[in-house]
Every structure is written in structure tokens, then in C-alpha cells.
């Protein structure tokens, strides 16, 4: 099971980009995969998670109406489309995976089970 993050960067405050986590070794089907974020001195929260099962979405309140989660089946990978970006989102990304759906506590860190590498995302002028 391999989750590999790409898509970070330099991007200039209200700019957006799209981060991608690639899944290899299994099919994302029957998992929950989620985002989350890491700032310098802060401990690890939770982004947005997608449940395979279902559909279903679920973001933070800070991102919300800002980042979109979306699952591409045929290259078994998931998107997170961060539009808007502020300072304060500036931080390590990481993506993960668990069996199941993402549920009530799907923005814990101990709920995943497989993590892939961060990648940093600066938001700076």
C-alpha cells in the first residue's frame, strides 16, 4: 500500500492549486481517504475526507466552500482542488487512507491507517 502526494508549492495568496494522492498496491474502493495538514508548531488536523462507499465529503470548516475532494476512479487517485488560499493554510499536506468510511471522526489522524509523504504548500506574497 503506497499513497504518493504531489502537487504542492509557491502559490501567491488567493491563488489555488490542486493537490493530488496516488494510490498503488490497492484500490481505493471500500476506503475513506483523507487530507490533512500540518502548520509549523501545530499539531495535525484534519482537511477533508472522501469515502469511496458513498461519495461522501467532508470538510473542516476553515476550508469549507474554498477546497473540493474528488476521487478520479480510473487513475485511483484522489484530488483536493484548494482554491483561495490564505497565509494560514500554509503547511506540510499530507494524504491517507482507511479501510471504511470516513465518519463522525474522520478529521482524527488516528483513524487512518496508511499515510503518504507531505508536501509542502507555502502561501506567501
Known amino acids: 500500500v503506497q499513497l504518493q502526494a504531489s502537487g504542492g508549492g509557491l502559490v501567491q495568496p488567493g491563488g489555488s492549486l490542486r493537490l493530488s494522492c496516488a494510490a498503488s498496491g490497492f484500490t481505493l474502493d471500500n476506503y475513506a481517504i483523507g487530507w490533512f495538514r500540518q502548520a509549523p508548531g501545530k499539531e495535525r488536523e484534519g482537511v477533508s475526507c472522501?469515502?469511496?462507499?458513498?461519495?461522501?465529503?467532508y470538510y473542516a470548516d476553515s476550508v469549507k466552500g474554498r477546497f473540493t475532494i474528488a476521487r478520479d476512479n480510473a487513475k485511483n487517485t484522489v484530488y483536493l482542488q484548494v482554491n483561495n488560499l490564505t497565509p494560514e493554510d500554509t503547511a506540510v499536506y499530507y494524504c491517507?487512507?482507511?479501510?471504511?468510511?470516513?465518519?463522525?471522526?474522520?478529521?482524527?489522524?488516528?483513524?487512518?491507517?496508511?499515510w503518504g509523504k507531505g508536501i509542502l504548500v507555502t502561501v506567501s506574497s
Open positions: 472522501f469515502s469511496s462507499i458513498d461519495g461522501s465529503t
Open positions: 491517507a487512507t482507511g479501510w471504511g468510511e470516513c465518519g463522525v471522526s474522520w478529521y482524527l489522524p488516528e483513524g487512518m491507517d496508511y
